[in-house]
């Protein structure tokens, strides 16, 4: 299906690999640096435990799945699918260099905090005082790489929230990895039962998590860069503000998880509590977020040529995923299942087609 004149190269265009870029070189070096002092630092306790994670690889693997799963729900219009490599270089990056700054970043702080606080205030609140801005701004630091080096393509909003959700998705699972191989090293029954009680707890508080809490700081470090595409019509002042929103509602999120609370069925309440505060938080500035993609979809619809091969009503569903779907009961209503995968892969070309050429 061509919905343009002139055929678009943009989906060519180097995304990652581009050696000629002084900010590739600095990618290379993070990453390799981030492997080195990973494997240095955790490599033993995990080669340890090895056999334990592999006999819990499924629930890995399926676990994996679903958060990526989830998180294309929040990109409705396809605006990355064309790229994966650079959201895989992004997923690399917060794996890697992103734990690695966070490790130590975590322990200097506390370090810190240990001069000011007495021992058992520290224990209960370092968690909560350190992480959230350590991080965070590891997150936030490597998703910049991305996006100053995936410029080309990541310049809307809609790309940083899908580039944020992958470097912390990285993040999570290796330090999923981290918690289920103390877990087994801790435990007085089986490496097995020691990792799956950890990889459990922590697929069970995986949403909202730092997938999502680095989706807000990466569209925060996006509105602050020269490539961000809509500087014309987003005076600076309110690029800034919005930035510092995302940023502290970023921290936010991730101070009040990590915030104690008390042992027991009320421990589990408030447990519950605070998933709900941050859902609601991530979903509405998600929400609000996707408000500036689907505006963006429908000044690339009107400006379509005339004879675009795509009815009014499929170019009407693109919006949002709920017409979507609307539009595909009812091919299925009247022509079936395969009349609904018709028209689910002609929206998907649509969308793919204005996304490369936009």
């Known amino acids: 299906m061509t919905l343009l004149a002139e055929p678009t190269t943009a989906a060519r265009t180097p995304v990652v690999y581009r050696p000629e870029c002084a900010v590739f070189w600095v990618y290379v070096a993070a990453l390799a640096a981030g492997i080195y002092l990973l494997v240095v630092g955790n ?49 690399a990056l917060g794996a890697t260099t992103a734990v690695v700054m966070a490790m130590n970043g975590n322990t200097a702080l506390q370090n810190v905090l240990g001069r000011f606080l007495d021992p058992d205030t520290l224990t209960r609140w370092s968690a909560a005082l ?3 801005l350590i991080e965070e701004a590891s997150k936030a630091t490597c ?22 959700m992958f470097v912390g998705l990285g993040f999570d699972v290796v330090e999923d990895l981290t918690y289920a191989t103390m877990g087994a090293l801790n435990s007085l029954d089986s490496d097995v039962s020691g990792a799956s009680g950890d990889l459990i707890l922590r697929i069970l508080t995986a949403i909202p ?20 595409s809509e500087r014309a019509v987003w005076p600076r002042h309110r690029r800034i503000l919005v930035a510092v929103a995302l940023f502290l ?45 689907r505006r963006w979809l429908a000044e690339r619809i009107a400006t379509l040529p005339a004879g675009v091969p795509a009815s009014p009503d499929l170019l009407a ?9 609307r539009l595909q009961r009812h091919a299925r209503r009247t022509g079936g299942r395969p009349a609904a995968r018709a ?14 050429a936009g």
């Open 317 to 325: 569903s693109l919006s949002t995923r709920r017409r979507q779907r």
């Open 43 to 91: 490599g033993a306790a995990m080669y340890a435990t090895l056999d334990a994670q592999l006999v819990l690889g499924p629930i890995w693997v399926l676990f994996v799945a679903a958060l990526v799963w989830l998180m294309f729900r929040f990109d409705p219009m396809r605006s990355v699918r064309r790229v994966p490599q650079g959201l895989l270089a992004g997923t």
């Open 249 to 293: 509602s970023a921290w936010f999120m991730h101070f009040l998880w990590d915030a104690p609370g008390p042992e027991g069925p009320a421990g589990a309440g408030v447990a519950l509590l605070k998933v709900v505060v941050n859902l609601a938080i991530f979903l509405a500035w998600a929400l609000w977020l996707l408000r500036f993609e």
């Open 209 to 228: 998590s730092h997938w999502a809490f680095a989706s807000l700081s990466a569209v925060g470090v996006l509105l602050l860069l020269p490539s961000f």
């Open 143 to 164: 998703a910049a790489v991305i996006l100053v080096l995936g410029c080309s393509v990541f310049h809307r909003i809609s790309h940083a929230l899908l580039v944020g």
């Open 343 to 356: 028209v689910r892969r002609e929206q998907r070309a649509v969308l793919d087609e204005i996304q490369s």
């Open 130 to 132: 350190t992480a959230p």
